[in-house]
């Protein structure tokens, strides 16, 4: 009876085994029967790894398997968001220098003016400085190869001149009044990539610190920033995102903890393998109490958002501009074992309303997204505050209750549309076909003694503007094969003259003296300005009324900042290295 019993027990268990050993046999034997067919065992796991071997052993011609894998991963990322990629291990060190906040080199920026390589400036302190050399010098050989007169491109150069710290690099120079070539054996370095293009006193008591993107260095620049400018007086604060496409989150959310108390909301992050994660205040800022705008344009991205979102949503300044681009999406750099890197979208980042500012795309479709700020120009968002519509299902509210909306990008406070003055046909060919910067950087050589004696770049810029400067730029870009139009010269001739005596000031001045004279008549920045010396930075509840969509948006009917259309606006820059 007893035996009959445990028989009851124990033979359902080992029917149940014996059917598990059955089904992994027969598996094993499916696999093995594929395997002879193709000469490769079948793995679920990793049959990219054996498609791969089938090729690399069985296809009719040599194939270089790396070289494959290497054009396959990025069709891989294609087909996902628009902001995950693959960065081959040949491109990382460049993908990061400018967010990690230095390179090695030498630390100069140049210029391929007619085809030579000019040195624009010397890096105070850096390596190029320490060996002897100067701005406006010409560097001819490098390593005792030449490099003039032989269409080297500049990333060609950059990347000759760049390299390992402490290594060294030989440079024949060509200096004025010096009969022969001069040599510098250059030790390489650290040069540092700043993120805070400029801060200076734009009107008493009024600062302005213009950001071009969100780097390792980034908070401690901007604290620098905040520092010189309370020193002079400041107390009131213009910063400015126009143009910054982001970065690192972390310094965005360190800026944000300056200006606002303890307990305050930041931004917060969740993905489907990440639950949320939340940025709060600390309470040890230095500017809680000071009155602060924000400038954000169609350029304004991801980190830009973050600040931009935070200040709006907790009630703390005005935005004005225009629409952010919309990028709520957060990457995770992941290193590869053979150094390539791959930047996974892993979370979204909502502000503290809770709204995502991440535009809407489709999977594997990257030219409709990459279109959307074509659309939103064609479509006259950039003209009036009107185009924009607004969809009551992203709606949300800042903390004192506020209409804001998500779904695509932080849409501004104070809306200013973009400005035609003085834009013509010609005023376009100009600036896009490099003449009037190269113009600035000749007038500079050939009057570099005179120039370089002033000490102040107000002082050089009230210089400029007693010289025929307009008149000497049409005749230069004639000889260069622009054709003059003295009716779309008449027009745009201020708008010439203000970025040529810019960019002249900027080759003895750096942005120190560029910004305060090309943005002198910026609307924009202007209407910062007003709002701040009327006290009328912190945003406030109207009262509410029924609108439409297409009047939530306040806006002033005058030209504002951005001369290009739909195109980013061009600031010519020279190469670091």
Not at 483 to 500: C, V, W
Request: negative net charge; proline residues 3%.
């Amino acid at each position: 009876m007893e035996k009959n019993r445990r028989l009851a027990i124990w033979l359902p268990v080992i029917i149940a085994v014996c059917i598990g050993i059955g089904i992994l046999i027969g598996n094993h034997f499916v696999r093995v029967a594929e395997g002879r067919r193709t000469g490769f065992p079948v793995t679920h796991g990793n049959k990219i790894n054996t498609i791969l071997d089938i090729i690399d052993n069985q296809y009719v011609d040599t194939v270089n398997v790396n070289t494959l894998i290497e054009d396959v991963i990025p069709k891989v990322f294609s087909e996902l968001d628009p902001h995950s990629i693959y960065i081959p291990a040949k491109d990382v060190q460049k993908a990061n220098e400018d967010l990690e906040g230095s390179f090695s080199g030498i630390g100069v920026s140049f210029n391929m003016q007619t085809d030579t390589i000019l040195v624009i400036s010397v890096i105070p302190g850096g390596p190029a400085e320490k060996a002897g050399l100067q701005a406006f010098d010409r560097i001819i050989t490098i390593n005792d190869s030449t490099y003039a007169g032989n269409k080297s491109s500049q990333e060609l150069v950059m990347k000759t001149l760049r390299g390992e710290r402490n290594s060294t690099v030989r440079l024949g120079v060509e200096r004025k009044n010096e009969p022969e070539l001069l040599v510098f054996d250059v030790t390489r370095g650290d040069v540092p990539v700043s993120s805070v293009d400029v801060s200076y006193k734009i009107e008493d008591g009024i600062g302005y610190i213009k950001i071009s993107k969100f780097g390792r260095t980034t908070y401690n620049e901007f604290l620098t920033a905040l520092a010189k400018l309370k020193q002079e007086g400041c107390n009131s604060f213009v910063v400015d995102l126009r143009g910054n496409t982001g970065g690192y989150m972390d310094a965005a959310i360190n800026m944000v903890n300056e200006f606002m108390p303890a307990g305050n909301l930041v931004v917060y992050t969740e993905g489907k393998a990440f639950p949320r994660n939340e940025a709060f205040t600390n309470g040890t800022g230095n500017f809680q109490d000071a009155p602060i705008v924000v400038l954000t344009d169609e350029f304004s991205a991801s980190a830009s958002e973050i600040f931009a979102g935070a200040i709006q949503d907790n009630d703390r300044g005005l935005i004005i501009g225009r629409r952010t681009f919309g990028k709520g999406l957060v990457q995770s750099p992941i290193h590869l074992s053979d150094g390539s890197e791959i930047r996974l979208t892993i979370a979204r980042y909502y502000t503290p309303s809770g709204r995502s500012i991440q535009k809407k795309y489709e999977m594997g479709n990257d030219n409709d997204y990459e279109q959307d700020i074509y659309n939103r120009f064609m479509h006259g968002e950039f003209d009036t505050a009107d185009s924009i519509k607004l969809d009551d299902q992203d709606k949300f509210e800042t903390s004192i209750g506020r209409t804001v909306y998500g779904g695509g990008g932080i849409m501004p406070d104070l809306f200013i549309p973009r400005d035609t003055s003085g834009v013509t046909s010609y005023f376009t060919n100009v600036v896009n076909s490099g003449v009037l910067n190269l113009f600035a950087l000749d007038y500079s050589d050939k009057n570099f003694n005179k120039l370089a004696s002033f000490k102040t770049y107000q002082e050089l810029y009230n210089y400029l503007q007693q010289q025929p400067l307009l008149s000497d730029f049409v005749s230069f870009a004639e000889s260069k094969g622009i054709k003059r139009r003295e009716t779309l010269i008449r027009i745009s001739g201020p708008l010439i003259l203000k970025q040529i005596e810019a960019y002249i000031v900027r080759n003895f001045f750096d942005d120190d003296g560029f910004y305060p004279i090309f943005q002198n008549d910026d609307v924009t920045l202007q209407e910062a300005v007003k709002v701040l010396r009327e006290g009328k930075s912190v945003p406030v509840l109207e009262k509410k009324e029924e609108k439409s969509d297409n009047d939530r948006i306040s806006g002033i009917q005058t030209n504002g900042s951005g001369r290009y259309g739909f195109v980013k606006e061009i600031i010519s820059r020279e190469a670091i290295v």
